[in-house]
Antibody, heavy 122, light 113 residues
Framework: QVQLQESGPGLVKPSETLSLACAVS?????????WGWIRQPPGKGLEWIGT???????YYNPSLKSRVTMSVDTSKNLFSLRLSSVTAADTAVYYC???????????????WGQGNLVTVSS | DIVMTQSPDSLAVSLGERATINCKSS????????????LAWYQQKPGQPPKLLIY???TRESGVPDRFSGSGSGTDFTLTINSLQAEDVAVYYC?????????FGPGTKLEIK
């Protein structure tokens, strides 16, 4: 079955760029699915960051759009997130997830990776 | 943005009893062309990622116990957990996928009384 695993540094300095990758196994990233990033600050709720299709088509949360870049590497079956100019407010567990495509188009997130805690601190 | 709210923020229910969690969207998530509510429910246990429980507001994901059920339409939705088990302790989130700006509710923490 499809599994996702985030990887990346756990500590990023303020003003630098956060970079994370999500390796997909058991499922081809070019299958009919979107791929998303969601974050969760410690003790808080979930915030959608963005979604990407294997073609490179992206949707970003407007609140983060100016700082977010997502990409797909079909040869490695993974997708990535870059978030620039980070501050302490970007400290969170970052999850990657598959966004299901339904007959109607939009769908839910399933499954999710285990998450990668990223702390922004000098 | 479609703003999702949940009530209560937390609740404590006795084992074997029923838990009811409410979710409200700031605008309807019922798509008229297919008569489906674009709403999902997730369960998040401590230290774990969210797990999909229900989609289309009332369709239970494969493998989810039938004590979990979803109902509602338009802007008002409910997650019901019948015969509460100890392993149901978690935070529950609703999420709309009607808009491509996906938004989640703030979560409801469920504990055992």
């Amino acid at each position: 079955q499809v599994q996702l695993q985030e990887s990346g540094p756990g500590l990023v300095k303020p003003s630098e760029t956060l970079s994370l990758a999500c390796a997909v196994s058991g499922y081809s990233i070019i299958n009919n699915s979107y791929w998303g990033w969601i974050r969760q600050p410690p003790g808080k709720g979930l915030e959608w960051i963005g979604t990407i299709y294997h073609s490179g088509s992206t949707y970003y949360n407007p609140s983060l759009k100016s700082r977010v870049t997502m990409s797909v590497d079909t040869s490695k079956n993974l997708f990535s997130l870059r978030l620039s100019s980070v501050t302490a407010a970007d400290t969170a567990v970052y999850y990657c997830a598959r966004r299901v495509v339904t007959t109607a188009g939009p769908g839910w997130f399933d499954p999710w990776g285990q998450g990668n805690l990223v702390t922004v601190s000098s | 943005d479609i703003v999702m709210t949940q009530s209560p923020d937390s609740l404590a229910v006795s084992l074997g009893e029923r838990a009811t969690i409410n979710c409200k969207s700031s605008q309807s998530v019922l798509y008229s062309s297919d008569n489906k509510n674009y709403l999902a429910w997730y369960q998040q246990k401590p230290g774990q990622p969210p797990k999909l429980l229900i989609y289309w507001a009332s369709t239970r994901e494969s493998g989810v116990p039938d004590r979990f059920s979803g109902s509602g339409s338009g802007t008002d939705f409910t997650l019901t957990i019948n015969s509460l088990q100890a392993e149901d302790v978690a935070v529950y989130y609703c999420q709309q996928f009607y808009s491509t700006l996906y938004t989640f509710g703030p979560g409801t923490k469920l504990e055992i009384k």
